[in-house]
């Protein structure tokens, strides 16, 4: 018999949509054990004011799992309110992502898939704190690639949730070297393409324009560019952003690499938001989360799409199959 997938879900910032969508996809019949991590009231009470049944068992671990919903608790430091934010719930909201991790690294749970966090809340709780990636990153030791994937693209970026005047520095010939060697191998390993091709954007606007409007592709993004394709990557660039993602760039293409958050993920968000899925790479797990925020105005009124929960989900299923 196959080993039952096992896959982690941590629902986020309590005061957001996270537990509506929890509440919503733990409605749909399952193949796998889904373990939602965090505080069962929180959840329990949300399902009650969406009108909701909410059936699920207490996880105690992959000898007795089956197909179906499980809480694994973690309790809340505060009681929540839909669409109140809270500080002190902010460490609530790590602990259950450091729960979900220690489940990973022992192989508990074959999977991580993460709900919206709020992260101006948990640095207003005096923890500092720039995203997922970062945060699981550094748990894992390692130092993770973000991608966005649809169906059919998918945006890796070069950095991450850096401010815009920063970005030029942290675009670095390691750092580069480093995301392209974490893309190429993750696109092999875990998407299963062979030999895929990546397009890499420049920085500045067309690219340069050989040396006119910066010289970071000069300097450091044309020769990683060149020294990785010496070495056997099947790249195309640096391409002016505002061509990289046009149909006939994108023909036989497998990736794009963006130098910077908002040069590539604004595309991707407009060509396919419901089934768009953040990947974090170079983990020793899949690790999905869904490519939107905790829109607080929406939690709690039943108004919330679960379909990029859905997708997250998916695709952390077959990255772990």
Excluded at 48 to 68: C, S, V
Excluded at 160 to 188: C, Q, Y
Excluded at 191 to 220: K, M, T, Y
Excluded at 277 to 306: E, I
Aim: proline share 8%; aromatic share 4%; net charge neutral.
């Amino acid at each position: 018999m196959e080993k039952l997938p096992v896959v982690a879900i941590t629902p986020g910032e309590p005061a957001g949509v996270g537990p509506d969508l929890c509440v919503a996809l733990a409605r749909e019949a399952q193949d796998a054990a889904l373990v939602l991590i965090g505080d069962p009231e929180v959840l329990v009470q949300r399902a009650r004011r969406l009108g909701l049944p909410f059936a699920y068992r207490e996880w105690r671990g992959r000898a007795e799992a089956a197909p179906g919903t499980y809480v694994l608790p973690v309790a809340a430091a505060k009681p929540v309110v839909p669409s109140r934010l809270e500080p002190e719930n902010a460490r609530y909201v790590l602990q259950t992502l450091n729960v979900a991790l220690e489940g990973c690294l022992r192989r508990e749970f074959d999977a991580l898939v993460t709900g919206p966090v709020h992260k101006g809340v948990i640095n207003d709780a005096g923890i500092p704190f720039t995203g997922h990636t970062e945060f699981i990153g550094e748990r894992c030791g390692v130092e993770p690639v973000m991608m966005l994937a649809c169906p059919d693209l998918r945006v890796a970026l070069a950095t991450t949730h850096v401010p815009l005047a920063e970005v030029s520095r942290h675009i670095t010939r390691e750092r580069l070297r480093l995301v392209l060697g974490t893309l190429h191998r993750d696109l092999r390993q875990k998407f299963r393409i062979p030999d895929p091709v990546i397009s890499v954007c420049g920085l500045n606007p067309h690219a340069g324009e050989s040396g006119h409007l910066g010289r970071e592709e000069i300097e450091v993004i044309g020769p990683i560019v060149e020294e990785q394709k010496a070495l056997g990557m099947r790249l195309r660039g640096p391409l002016p952003a505002d061509t990289a993602f046009i149909a006939a760039q994108l023909t036989g293409v497998d990736a794009v690499l963006a130098m910077y958050h908002d040069q590539g993920l604004p595309v991707l968000k407009h060509h396919d938001f419901a089934n768009a899925v953040n990947v974090t790479l170079g983990l020793p797990f899949p690790r999905t989360s869904v490519d939107h925020g905790t829109a607080l105005d929406l939690a709690g009124t039943g108004r919330a799409d679960p379909s990029s929960l859905r997708a997250a989900l998916a695709l952390a299923r077959r990255l772990g199959a």
